[in-house]
């Protein structure tokens, strides 16, 4: 076959296909305003009252910073690993018991397509809380800028990679959509408890070294080094951030060996 039967790909038709299927996947999160302002608010909610209850109130294993700056970067990682984890988790095994996951692959748009419009919308809810969440810091709090914004982007995009492939993950665990809430709700607050992200965990103590095998508590660390925090630390946390990809590629293949389609009551 020569190259002259061969019909040239047409690439940008491709990119234009992406983004209706992203416009879509947008709609259909922020038209359910509850589910949005949930997502989006809760990490600010959060945010806001410890920053609150902390005043100035500095911490010594920090390099003597304020406690609320532990807290900015803390519910960065937080909203990166919600919009990743949980909220794809959950709307993962909706999609896939309502039928419409079955209908969508069944359908003539390609399936890699679908895979990537869901990623992007993802990213862009995760940009919109780190975005949120650096303004509320900087203007209500004081909290400087990250002192290096290219770690921070690093950190973003791998955090939520990996922890999209680690929501794609447990969705293959979830039964039906009226457990997928509680389960995946309960599994990442535990994680959360065990990360320190409500408070600084002590180090050398237990919980700490028991921590650091998980990957919540590395995307953390990876966030406060953009920061510098603890002072005079370098920005970029390499080690910290291969956990959190070693995490992903375990999920990845978990789910290229467990995910349906179909709902599982059929």
């Known amino acids: 076959m020569t190259n002259d039967n061969v019909v ?6 491709d990119l234009r296909l992406v983004a209706h299927q992203v416009k879509y996947e947008q709609m259909a999160f922020w038209i359910n305003r509850v589910g949005a302002v949930f997502t989006v608010g809760f990490s600010v909610v959060f945010l806001v009252m410890l920053g609150l209850s902390a005043g100035n109130q500095r911490n010594a294993s920090l390099g003597d910073v304020r406690l609320v700056q532990y807290y900015v970067p803390g519910f960065i990682a937080y909203g990166v690993m919600a919009a990743g984890f949980t909220t794809l988790a959950i709307t993962i095994v909706v999609r896939r018991e309502t039928g419409l996951l079955k209908r969508l692959r069944l359908s003539p748009l390609p399936t890699w397509v679908l895979i990537t419009s869901i990623f992007l919308s993802t990213l862009m809810v995760a940009l919109a809380q780190v975005a949120v969440l650096i303004v509320i810091g900087r ?3 004081q909290v400087p800028f990250p002192s290096s914004w290219p770690a921070l982007l690093v950190a973003v995009l791998v955090g939520i990679v990996s922890f999209s492939a680690m929501g794609i993950a447990i969705s293959c ?19 959360l408890f065990l990360a320190g992200l409500w408070f ?14 998980l990957p919540v508590r590395h995307l953390m660390t990876a966030m406060d080094r953009s920061f510098q925090i603890p002072r005079g630390t370098s920005p970029w946390a390499w080690d910290d951030l291969l956990v959190v990809a070693l995490w992903g590629i375990g999920a990845t293949l978990i789910s290229l060996r467990r995910f349906r389609w179909s709902p599982r009551r059929s």
Do not use: C, D, M
């Open 173 to 191: 665990a979830v039964p039906n959509q009226e457990t997928a809430g509680p389960v995946t709700s309960i599994v990442f607050f535990i994680l």
């Open 139 to 141: 203007f209500a709090y």
């Open 200 to 213: 600084p965990l002590p180090p050398g103590s237990g919980l700490a070294k028991f921590s650091n095998y």
């Open 8 to 13: 040239p790909r047409h690439w940008w038709r």
